[in-house]
């Protein structure tokens, strides 16, 4: 069974810039997580969607993240505006059950 | 919302050491889990424990509902378990997860 993918595996950008994350669960799970995890902390929920609708989104900051599942399978995560604050390790996650199966994140560097 | 408390912070152990890492809760869970992050950080499942004691190799969990609190034990440590240790726990019907902040474990050879 494949695990969950996600891409790119780095980036680097400017402060202001823009930039895209991608997630594509585990087959047949029908939940997906965004977390953020800055250094030295442990995740935090950004947004939980429920097939391609979305179940939990209230510690995203909506002026500058926005997340998207438009089929129910594969997501996308977008900064626009990034700010120097947002430099962190980018975690998706799926699930079927209880069980929280983890990608191997996007570190993202705001210079 | 949920606070979750994690101690001690961090843990340097000589291979072949047992250890037992603490996960102190705010509230009551109906869902509580324990991750181990690699070196690398990738996040892996250990256990799903909201309550009760289980056991997966050298590795065991209990946790105290009704006192709020969780503890992972590991036995005869071997280099491959360092990395971080994080509990995770949740009260809402939505599966939403909170994480404590993390028990940083260092196995020497």
């Known amino acids: 069974e494949a695990g969950v993918a996600q891409s790119p595996r780095y980036k680097i950008i400017e402060k202001r810039q823009s930039v895209a994350f991608w997630c594509n669960p585990i087959s047949g799970h029908a939940t997906l997580y965004w977390y953020q995890q800055i250094l030295g902390q442990g995740p935090k929920l950004l947004i939980q969607f429920q097939n391609n609708g979305v179940v939990d989104d209230s510690q995203l900051p909506k002026d500058r993240f926005s997340a998207e599942r438009l089929k129910g399978v594969d997501s996308t995560l977008k900064i626009q505006p990034a700010k120097l604050e947002d430099s962190a390790v980018y975690l998706c996650a799926s699930s079927l059950g209880v069980w929280q199966y983890f990608g191997p994140g996007t570190r993202l560097t705001v210079t | 919302g949920i606070q979750v408390e994690q101690s001690p912070p961090d843990l340097i152990l000589q291979e072949g050491a047992n250890s037992t890492l603490r996960c102190n809760f705010s509230?009551?869970?109906?869902?509580l889990q324990w991750f181990h992050q690699n070196p690398w950080g990738q996040l892996i499942n250990l256990f799903y424990?909201?309550?009760g004691t289980k056991q997966n190799g050298r590795l065991s969990a209990t946790t105290v509902a009704t006192e709020r609190y969780s503890l992972l034990y590991i036995s005869s440590s071997q280099t491959t378990d360092s990395g971080v240790y994080f509990c995770a726990v949740g009260n809402q019907g939505a599966q939403k997860l909170v994480f404590g902040q993390g028990t940083r474990l260092t196995i020497n050879p």
């Open positions: 509230d009551s869970v109906n869902n």
């Open positions: 424990i909201p309550s």
